[in-house]
């Protein structure tokens, strides 16, 4: 059975960093590419990021672009989220997803943002 | 970047009723777009990938149609787990976008 566990959420101040990750189980994590999505309060689904299965592609969303990198470790199964200079608007409940031909076949539980002074 | 608008925004229904979800994109996307179904409380799950293929383990009242910029969920003989938000998404173009979504609730 395909798991993602995500960690690393919290409470943040504007301008500080934080680093999410997303541990993965019961696939073969080093074959898949790997999404971030976040869902901001009461509000729908942003695509954030993408990574391929060898690390040798990123995308990103022009609202996170130069503040949010994505990473892999494949010896760990584990994906990254590196956020800085986060704002209030990056508060939202953060998901990492298995891709599968482009779309998200498997989610995590989310991780919870929350950007306040 | 490609918009994609759902209609309704919410939407009620009666136990066992057909609904239909619409879903336009901003510019053709060649059927790229997949459904998503997001139960209170949980994390969004995959219903249906490439405007009409099921996705493993979902149940064959789902459905999906469409194609270039026009694309719709079908929802037959609406059951209570169906209860949910509803979500297109399309992966023609980066950054992949989603639709606002829609609630579905029982009348």
């Known amino acids: 059975e395909v798991q993602l566990v995500e960690s690393g959420g919290g409470l943040v101040k504007p301008g500080s960093s934080l680093k999410l990750s997303c541990v993965a189980s019961?696939?073969?994590?080093?074959?898949?590419?790997m999404h971030w999505i976040r869902q901001a309060p009461k509000k729908g689904l942003e695509w954030i990021a993408l990574?391929?299965?060898?690390?040798?592609?990123?995308y990103y969303a022009d609202s996170v672009k130069g503040r949010f990198t994505i990473s892999r470790d494949n010896s760990k199964n584990t994906l990254y989220l590196e956020m800085n200079s986060l704002r209030s608007e990056d508060t939202a409940m953060y998901y990492c997803?298995?891709?599968?031909?482009?779309?998200?076949?498997?989610w995590g539980q989310g991780a919870s943002v929350t950007v306040s002074s | 970047d490609i918009q994609m608008t759902q209609s309704p925004a919410s939407l009620s229904a009666s136990l066992g009723e057909t609904v239909t979800i619409e879903c336009r994109a901003s510019e053709d996307i060649y059927s790229n777009l997949a459904w998503y179904q997001q139960k209170p409380g949980n994390s969004p799950q995959l219903l249906i990938y490439d405007a009409n293929s099921l996705a493993d383990g979902v149940p064959s009242r789902f459905s999906g149609s469409g194609s270039g910029t026009q694309y719709s969920l079908k929802i037959n003989s609406l059951q209570s787990e169906d209860v949910a938000s509803y979500f297109c998404q399309q992966y023609n173009n980066y950054p992949y976008t989603f639709g606002a979504g829609t609630k579905l609730e029982l009348k």
């Open positions: 997803a298995k891709n599968y031909g482009e779309v998200m076949d498997a």
């Open positions: 019961g696939f073969t994590f080093s074959s898949y590419g």
């Open positions: 990574i391929y299965y060898d690390s040798s592609n990123k």
